[in-house]
């Protein structure tokens, strides 16, 4: 495997760290409604755990609700019991063809605890770059031992690796701050 090969791995790798962060922070109320809220949710579907998009569609009814549609009728008490299961602090309203879900207004000291949870996703993003870019360095200097590369290239391909996660580093905190922002907002 060359450098060139390691490096491309590794960039791949940190893309997916950075996608993985976004998905989990899609997962957290801003308290504004957002169909990917309930992307996570999951029912009982004939004996089979399924996500909610696959039995329903989900749109955004206003700013502060939901509405899931279900395919079937006869699962709207089931979409309900996995909303409510679902550890969101969503208390849906199910009718006669749809669920409703009101998101209630966040209030200060649950944005900040929301917050810390989106730092502590942003550090365990970074602290997946960082083990992607160890996992690189070593093996470079797996290819320095074998004497397919050269001191000064094992050098800068240790540079090139550090801007690399530096340049994933500040992705995963833009993408943080842009969280936080959202949050704090009233």
């Known amino acids: 495997m060359s450098i ?11 893309k997916k760290s950075i996608e993985s962060l976004k998905g989990e922070l899609t997962r957290l109320r ?8 309930l992307d996570h949710v999951q029912l009982d579907y004939y004996g089979a755990p ?21 395919w079937e009728k006869n699962l709207i008490p089931k979409i309900d019991k ?7 602090g969503l ?15 966040l209030s200060e000291e649950r944005r900040k605890e929301m917050v810390k949870v989106v730092r502590q996703e942003g550090e365990g993003a ?32 240790e ?8 340049r994933f580093i500040d992705e995963v905190d833009a993408v943080v701050e842009a969280k936080e922002a959202d949050l704090m907002e009233v």
Not at 159 to 166: A, C, I, M, P, V
């Open 4 to 14: 060139q090969e390691i490096k491309k791995d590794s960039e791949i790798r940190m």
């Open 30 to 37: 801003t308290g504004r409604a957002s169909a990917g809220l």
């Open 50 to 70: 399924t996500p909610l998009a696959q039995v329903a569609s989900v749109s955004v009814a206003d700013a502060r609700s939901l509405l899931v549609t279900p």
């Open 82 to 88: 996995a909303i409510r299961d679902a550890d969101l």
């Open 91 to 105: 208390n849906p309203v199910a009718g006669s063809d749809n669920v409703r879900v009101p998101l209630p207004p």
């Open 126 to 157: 970074r602290v997946a770059i960082r083990n992607i870019r160890r996992d690189s360095l070593s093996q470079v200097k797996e290819l320095r031992k074998q004497k397919t590369i050269s001191e000064d290239e094992e050098r800068r391909a």
């Open 159 to 166: 540079e090139e690796f550090q801007k690399l996660t530096d």
